[in-house]
């Protein structure tokens, strides 16, 4: 089966000890999970985890079921790239006198849209917004000018192409039962 990039959304009530609980069905299923945001959700009261992970559609059903059956969670469910929208956010701090002696670094920063957030005489943090292949593309380029310092991503956050998330859908459900 061939391999995607899946991005599974789950909603769920705010409980301790619940993101270990998802994490361990990924284990289970001998799946890295890639990147994981977890935050509030539009709906007050319910949480939000978005993650992605290398799979094939198969076991991201069996996957999706299983973290459903977990008794805090409201809805999950997975999604490709042309079903959402999503972001990530990654931070460079890149050497300032690299960056000085150096004009390609600097058209460079600027050709991916990234934008200096601050400078010192030691370094400068570069900040990325965009999409995870634009993010590596960039710290790709400024990696070959041996100028990065350091580098971290955030994990991806996403919203459904969808007018509503589909856990409305579910709490619709419960509401009428």
Known sequence: MEKKLYTLIVHSENIAGLLNQITAVFTRRQLNIESLNASASA??????????????????????????????????????????????????????????????????????????????PVYAVVEKTGVTDEIIALRTELDAFDCVLQYVSSGRIAVTRDTAEHVNEYL???KNE
Do not use: C
């Open 43 to 120: 709906i007050k009261g319910v949480h939000r985890y978005t993650i992605t992970t290398w799979s094939d559609e198969d076991t991201m059903i069996k996957v999706t079921k299983q973290i459903e059956k977990k008794v805090d969670v409201l809805h999950a469910h997975y999604f490709l790239d042309n079903e959402i929208f999503m972001l990530e956010v990654a931070l460079l701090k890149v050497s300032t006198p690299k960056l000085l002696e150096n004009s390609l670094i600097s058209k460079t920063i600027r050709r991916y849209g990234a934008r200096i957030m601050e400078a010192n």
């Open 172 to 174: 619709e459900k419960l």
